[in-house]
């Protein structure tokens, strides 16, 4: 089974207190790979939200706690912004991919690996979600 074929449980919806978007439910094996030590040994069970919103401070929020970007392995200085985090796709990589016509065989190979549950979504991409719409998405806005 694909890690990208089971969506993860809704949990209460909660809002981002610095940019008041939307936040989307995380687990928390998502948080204890994605919190840099020694701060991702004080998760404990609670309901926690990832801020998708790219210009936010906020990583994750709970009704008690907030966690902010610089505290996650994907938000380090100088890392670019990703669009497939299990194979170390950026999106400057698939947005020159488009544009030379190298994008198919690069969404091939993440379909491919994603159907061979050889993905690690949950515990590399910060959202704990499959990346798959986040190629569509790219390539409607490329079209």
Request: aromatic share 6%.
């Amino acid at each position: 089974m694909s890690c990208c074929s089971e969506p993860i449980a809704q949990k209460g919806r909660l809002t981002c207190p610095a940019c008041g978007q939307r936040c989307l439910p995380v687990s928390r094996q998502t948080m204890l790979h994605q919190i840099q030590a020694p701060k991702n040994q004080q998760i404990h069970a609670a309901d926690y939200a990832f801020c998708a919103n790219r210009t936010c401070s906020t990583g994750y929020v709970s009704l008690h706690k907030v966690i902010p970007k610089s505290e996650l392995r994907a938000f380090q200085p100088g890392q670019p912004a990703m669009l497939c985090h299990c194979f170390d796709i950026s999106e400057a990589t698939y947005r020159t991919a488009l544009g030379d016509g190298t994008a198919a065989a690069i969404k091939a190979f993440v379909i491919q690996q994603t159907k061979g549950s050889l993905c690690a979504c949950e515990s590399r991409n910060p959202s704990g979600r499959c990346c798959l719409g986040s190629f569509q998405k790219m390539e409607k806005a490329h079209d």
